[in-house]
């Protein structure tokens, strides 16, 4: 089943799914799981491995998929014209840009994101701001998941760029998502019910969507606060302090091995 497939099947499984089941820890984490994981070959997932994508093609079929296509549909004449095939292929090249940097599926660890979410369950959320959305796979499992339990009225997902595959684009709009390139300065001082930290995992930058957003919110979580592959003056040391201040409202962190 491709990655796209799998994040259907997966809202699927939420839509239908009984709310004392979504709140059962491992129905929900096996669930996180059978959307599929990031490629990640520094072995982050521990047991959780089973559930990882496969590792993208360089430059994969899925970019090039459509060259055939076009070239089948045009007469031999132009094949021939040394001025259309470097265009077409150019062209096609443009269309796949944000493909290139961008490996599907959810970055997480399914069971620390399902206790985050069947912890947040019963907090009324209503609005959600996530920085950091990468593909878009974790966005939707987040919304698709709260939604169950509450009326969205705001949902916001940004980045410093737009990496979702088309199929992604569809679904945000589908669940009503809207997708901002932008950094968490735009949102100073905006409330949300619900913020999620994982954008830039430099030290400066996590205080920063913090201070811009995270401080205003109800409830605050960061991903990686105690990832060591960040490296040292990244997202622990700011959890760190945070903890010191008595400011922790919630956590999901990477397994210690
Ligand atoms: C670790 S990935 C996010 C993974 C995603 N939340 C998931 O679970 O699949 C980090 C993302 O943050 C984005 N990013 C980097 N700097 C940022 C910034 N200052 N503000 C917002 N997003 C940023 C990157 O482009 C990247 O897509």
Known sequence: MNEINKI??????????????????????????QCGLTYDKRNIYGDDILYMNE????????????IPGQIVNT??????????LPDVIKKIARNHKPYKNCRFGLWQIPRQ????????????IKSFIEIGTYAGFTTLFIVSYLKKF????????????????DDIKDLFTELNIDH????????????????????????NWIKKD??????????????????????????????????????ILFRIEVKEK
């Not at 007469?75 to 259309?84: C, T």
């Not at 735009?186 to 930290?197: A, E, G, P, R, V």
């Open 150 to 165: 509450s009326d969205f009225s705001k949902c916001i997902s940004i980045d410093i760029s737009d990496l979702r595959p």
């Open 8 to 33: 259907k099947d997966g809202i699927n499984t939420i839509n239908k799914s009984p709310l004392s089941k979504l709140r059962d820890v491992d129905f929900l984490s096996d669930v996180i799981g």
């Open 55 to 66: 590792k993208p093609l360089k430059n994969s079929a899925a970019e090039l998929w459509k």
């Open 210 to 247: 913090f201070l811009n957003i995270g401080v205003n919110s109800k409830f605050c979580m960061f991903h990686d606060i105690n990832d060591r592959n960040c490296g040292k003056e990244t997202v622990p040391k700011f959890w760190n302090e945070l903890k010191m201040n008595n400011n």
């Open 180 to 203: 901002q390139i932008s950094t968490s300065s735009k949102f100073q001082n905006k409330k949300f019910d619900l913020c999620f930290i994982d954008g830039n995992h430099g030290y």
């Open 113 to 124: 994101l399902a206790e985050a979410l069947i912890y947040l369950s019963d907090k009324n």
């Open 75 to 84: 007469s031999l004449n132009k094949l021939r014209d040394v001025a259309f």
